[in-house]
C-alpha cells in the first residue's frame, strides 16, 4: 500500500485544518485507514482510524470530540477533520494503513509526514 498525504500547516489555537490522504495499491481498499503523530523525540501515537467500508473508527482520547475521520470508498481517500486545535496538538501527523491499525493501533504501511503547527 502507498500513501500520499496533504493538508497540514500553521493555524491558531481554536482553528480548524483538514489532512487528507490517499491509499493506492495492492490491499488499499481493504485495509483499515488512519493517523498517527509524532513530536520531536517522542513516540508515534495514534490519532485516528476507520475501517476498510467506513463502519468503525476509533480515535484516541486526546482527539474524541474534536476530531473526525472519514473515508471516501471511490477514491480510496482518508481525511482527519480537525476542529478546535489546542498548540498541544502541534505535531508531524502521519496517515498510515494495515489490518491491525483500528484496534491494536499499529500500522503496517506509512505516508510521509505532514506538519500541523498550532499557535497559542
Known amino acids: 500500500v502507498q500513501l500520499q498525504a496533504s493538508g497540514g500547516g500553521l493555524v491558531q489555537a481554536g482553528g480548524s485544518l483538514r489532512l487528507s490522504c490517499t491509499a493506492s495499491g495492492r490491499g488499499a481498499s481493504t485495509s483499515s485507514l488512519g493517523w498517527f503523530r509524532q513530536a520531536p523525540g517522542k513516540k508515534r501515537e495514534f490519532v485516528a482510524g476507520?475501517?476498510?467500508?467506513?463502519?468503525?473508527?476509533n480515535y484516541a482520547d486526546s482527539v474524541k470530540g474534536r476530531f473526525i475521520i472519514s473515508r471516501d470508498k471511490a477514491t480510496n481517500t482518508v481525511d482527519l477533520q480537525m476542529n478546535s486545535l489546542k498548540p498541544e496538538d502541534t505535531d508531524r501527523y502521519y496517515c498510515a494503513a494495515g489490518g491491525a491499525l483500528l484496534y491494536s493501533r499499529r500500522a503496517q504501511y506509512w505516508g510521509q509526514g505532514t506538519l500541523v503547527t498550532v499557535s497559542s
Open positions: 476507520i475501517n476498510w467500508d467506513s463502519t468503525s473508527t
